[in-house]
T-cell receptor
Framework: AQKITQTQPGMFVQEKEAVTLDCTYD???????LFWYKQPSSGEMIFLIY??????QNATEGRYSLNFQKARKSANLVISASQLGDSAMYFC????????????FGPGTRLSVLP | GAVVSQHPSWVICKSGTSVKIECRSL??????MFWYRQFPKQSLMLMAT?????????EQGVEKDKFLINHASLTLSTLTVTSAHPEDSSFYIC???????????FGEGSRLTVL
């Protein structure tokens, strides 16, 4: 079974608009970490945001916020005020347990920001 | 912040030759590093977990004799693709866990093309 599901292979958003990238996960471990990474065409993986399973509040990092709904096992990434430079692949990932070594990635969503 | 560096970024080799890719943690000690493989338009697939001073742990389906991993020091892990063939052409990325939860640092990636 897929550990991480990203149902949107591709997304378009108008510049300056907000966009939500979906991510659902599957785990029976109470301790896990959820991550979002951006991968531009250059290939490097850029860390965006992290949410621990025990964190009470949704994580935020600048224009990025993570809509963490634990009961639904979803960890959607919200990008506010999209910029042309946000066009890239976005990967949701999970590490279980959170201090452990098992790290899996979702299939990714390609975001295209339109001028 | 912590930096992980990979070298080379690009490598083109002839079929049958071996290629070594280095992954270095520049300002922290990484007892564990991870090697991923990424095919075009696909997600990252974990190949192996590299542990300093011990044998690497390979994921199911990854040939140990084909992809040799050595983690000789706390700052260096190497991946050697032995007797490379065109089907080994891919993007290889390493990562290292930081000392705090949620920290996972990626190298820039190495694009291997086997002719």
């Amino acid at each position: 079974a897929q550990k991480i599901t990203q149902t949107q292979p591709g997304m378009f958003v108008q510049e300056k608009e907000a966009v939500t990238l979906d991510c659902t996960y599957d785990t029976s471990d109470p301790s896990y970490g959820l991550f979002w990474y951006k991968q531009p065409s250059s290939g490097e993986m850029i860390f965006l945001i992290y949410q621990g399973s025990y964190d009470q509040q949704n994580a935020t990092e600048g224009r990025y916020s993570l809509n963490f709904q634990k009961a639904r096992k979803s960890a959607n990434l919200v990008i506010s005020a999209s910029q042309l430079g946000d066009s890239a692949m976005y990967f949701c990932a999970m590490r279980e347990p959170d201090y452990g070594q098992n790290f899996v990635f979702g299939p990714g969503t390609r975001l295209s920001v339109l001028p | 912040g912590a930096v992980v560096s990979q070298h080379p970024s690009w490598v083109i080799c002839k079929s049958g030759t071996s290629v070594k890719i280095e992954c270095r943690s520049l300002d922290f000690q990484a007892t564990t590093m991870f090697w991923y493989r990424q095919f075009p338009k696909q997600s990252l697939m974990l190949m192996a977990t590299s542990n300093e001073g011990s044998k690497a742990t390979y994921e199911q389906g990854v040939e140990k004799d084909k992809f040799l991993i050595n983690h000789a020091s706390l700052t260096l892990s190497t991946l050697t693709v032995t007797s490379a063939h065109p089907e080994d052409s891919s993007f290889y990325i390493c990562s290292a866990s930081g000392q705090y939860p949620g920290e996972l640092f990626f190298g820039e990636g190495s694009r291997l093309t086997v002719l």
